[in-house]
């Protein structure tokens, strides 16, 4: 099992900056990929931003050039920056962690932290 627990979310202005923080423990040697989801009021929950396990990233349009998604392998943690965040950025964004186990066959299992809420005002 994979535990994680995210932090740095808060209330910011229009052009201003965050960085959100998710750790990991637990099977951690399983995770194959991390990344960053969020969910608006009103919205379908959509992905921000994921990192592999061999550091290929991957990012929503529309946050592209803003956000920067990192791994520090030491402490199990991945990071989101968030630079000239914007109103609409706001959302409750989830951690998410995939992983795979070998049950006979490869079993793909997916870990949620409960989420920091992001609001940024204009």
């Known amino acids: 099992q994979v535990q994680l627990v995210e932090s740095g979310g808060g209330l910011v202005q229009a052009g201003g900056s965050l960085r959100l923080s998710c750790a990991a423990s637990g099977s951690i040697f399983s995770i194959n990929a991390m990344g960053w989801y969020r969910q608006a009021p009103g919205k379908q929950r959509e992905l921000v931003a994921a990192?592999?396990?061999?550091?290929?990233?991957n990012y929503e349009v529309s946050v592209k050039g803003r956000f920067t998604i990192s791994r520090d392998n030491a402490e199990n943690t991945v990071y989101l920056q968030m630079n000239s965040l914007k109103p609409e950025d706001t959302a409750v964004y989830h951690c998410?962690?995939?992983?795979?186990?070998?049950?006979?066959?490869?079993?793909?299992?997916?870990?949620w932290g409960q989420g920091t809420q992001v609001t940024v005002s204009s």
């Open positions: 990192i592999t396990r061999g550091g290929s990233t």
């Open positions: 998410n962690a995939h992983t795979n186990v070998f049950r006979r066959t490869w079993i793909a299992y997916n870990y």
